[in-house]
């Protein structure tokens, strides 16, 4: 445990300010925390604390770090954030019911956006589905479902964490 305080620390910190950052555009404008945009600066914000960590880790040992030691560091680094953003995600919908709609809402917009002006992301028989699927499923926020997201959401994750241990283990 000792020897991951500098991940843990780096993902508390990282948690704290996801947290904030959602804070604060939910009261701007809670559409925008459903938006692309917003979700991509969330992940550029995590990437920074990955890398962060993992050169807090380096130091520490001397300038010298494994890759083993890298992506342990950068990885616990992203679930202890993580962690506190899908807690977030959890709790919402129990202090604001309509953001699930907004969830729902926002799906459809990005649908539609793949599909139209020619974009071909999508073809129009997947397009087709997708929107059918919308429509029938569940936008509510279960713990299990949370899970879910969070256990998802880890695998791209360790993918990034692998080349960030790479970029920081020097």
């Known amino acids: 445990?000792?020897?991951h305080k500098?991940?843990?620390k780096y993902g508390i910190i990282l948690g704290i300010i996801i947290v904030l950052y959602h804070i604060i555009f939910y009261y701007l404008n809670k559409k925008f925390i459903t938006a692309s945009?917003?979700?991509y600066t969330i992940y550029a914000i995590q990437l920074l604390f990955m890398i962060i960590a993992g050169i807090?880790?380096?130091t520490r040992r001397g300038g010298l770090l494994n890759f083993k030691e890298s992506l342990i560091?950068?990885?616990i680094t992203?679930?202890?954030g993580s962690l506190f953003y899908y807690l977030m995600y959890y709790l919402i919908p129990y202090f604001d019911p309509e953001m699930i709609d907004l969830y729902k809402e926002s799906?459809?917009?990005n649908i539609e956006w793949a599909y139209s002006d020619g974009k071909g992301l999508i073809e129009k028989d997947k397009y087709k589905l997708m929107i059918e699927k919308w429509e029938t499923d569940d936008f509510s926020?279960?713990?299990g479902k949370t899970i879910q997201g969070f256990i998802f959401n880890c695998i791209p994750a360790f993918f990034l964490s692998l080349l960030t241990a790479i970029m920081v283990k020097r």
Do not use: L, P
């Open 73 to 75: 560091a950068v990885f």
């Open 107 to 109: 799906t459809r917009e």
């Open 1 to 3: 445990m000792n020897q």
């Open 78 to 80: 992203f679930i202890v």
């Open 6 to 8: 500098i991940a843990i």
């Open 141 to 143: 926020v279960t713990i």
């Open 56 to 58: 807090q880790e380096r």
């Open 37 to 39: 945009s917003f979700i």
